[in-house]
């Protein structure tokens, strides 16, 4: 069965860091953007990072400019969320999504990802504590 699998949420003080984790298992990401959205209680979905995975290409929300990184390893599977400078704003389930083929990262973080994905994973808490 091909699913996303994310990992790496908890808590931590404001001005802290976390690396969240999304490995994909039944497929590879040779052809995908593959982003992280996150939802906060009463919030909707929003788009925070994307990538593409053919060339590497990012998009970040202006939200998150010059403190989050995503990365992908290939040979594992796996794309990289790295959180630093975390602020109580920030707190949110962490979602992992891919679809493939779109290599627009910019519209799928902020438009069509928000709502649409081949792949979901579960979703990952994270608590940033004033």
């Known amino acids: 069965e091909a699913q996303l699998v994310e990992s790496g949420g908890g808590l931590v003080q404001a001005g802290g860091s976390l690396r969240l984790s999304c490995t994909a298992s039944g497929f590879t990401f040779d052809d995908y953007a593959i982003g992280w959205f996150r939802q906060a209680p009463g919030e909707e979905r929003e788009g925070v990072s994307c990538?593409?995975?053919?060339?590497?290409?990012?998009y970040y929300t202006d939200f998150v400019k010059g403190r989050f990184t995503i990365s992908t390893d290939n040979a594992k599977n796996t794309v990289y969320l790295q959180m630093n400078s975390l602020k109580p704003e920030d707190t949110a389930v962490y979602y992992c999504a891919a679809e493939p083929f779109y290599s627009d990262t910019a519209h799928y973080c902020s438009r069509y990802g928000r709502h649409y994905a081949h792949y979901w994973g579960q979703g990952t808490q994270v608590t940033v504590s004033s």
């Open positions: 990538i593409y995975s053919r060339d590497g290409s990012t």
